[in-house]
């Protein structure tokens, strides 16, 4: 259950528009991965704050209540238990396991969105390669509405 969790607030995270805002430079960022992508791609403390933020979502997920819903899904009305119970009860994780489980994911989140700014310029290449194979393979299918000779 928590593997899930720590994979759910990995996605969250990677979709948060946090993650691109700019902040002070206390000194010079490298040199960007790659022609077109932004430098804080692929600059360290970028990754940290990631994980940073992955732990933040984490917790905040432990404190998710999910009793109601549960009772829902049986078919049945929500009692006052079911509306005191989180995913924190429910998983029975522990401070210290949950921090645990965090400080693991964030090695995970930096080697994930390293492999990403190692990626994303390859995956650009294809699909642009793509779309130019398929406008010429498209160039010369007639269309339904151009008139006849």
């Avoid at 990995?10 to 022609?35: M, N």
């Avoid at 829902?72 to 210290?96: I, K, L, Q, Y």
């Avoid at 650009?124 to 406008?135: P, T, W």
Wanted: net charge positive; charged share 20%.
């Amino acid at each position: 259950m928590m593997h899930r969790l720590m994979c759910l607030a990995l996605l969250g995270a990677v979709a948060a528009p946090a993650a691109a805002q700019s902040y002070p430079q206390p000194y010079p960022l490298p040199a960007p991965p790659a022609a077109g992508l932004p430098p804080e791609l692929g600059d360290p403390r970028t990754l940290d704050q990631l994980g940073n933020m992955v732990g933040a979502v984490t917790r905040a997920f432990m404190n998710l209540p999910v009793g109601e819903v549960e009772a829902a899904v049986e078919g049945r009305p929500a009692t006052r238990a079911d509306r005191a119970r989180t995913v924190r009860s429910v998983t029975g994780a522990s401070e210290r396991e949950l921090d645990q489980e965090i400080e693991a994911g964030k090695g995970a989140v930096k080697q994930g969105g390293a492999a990403m700014v190692r990626t994303l310029p390859v995956i650009r290449d294809a699909l642009n390669r793509a779309g130019d194979e398929i406008a010429r393979a498209t160039a010369n299918v007639p269309q339904p509405g151009y008139p006849r000779r």
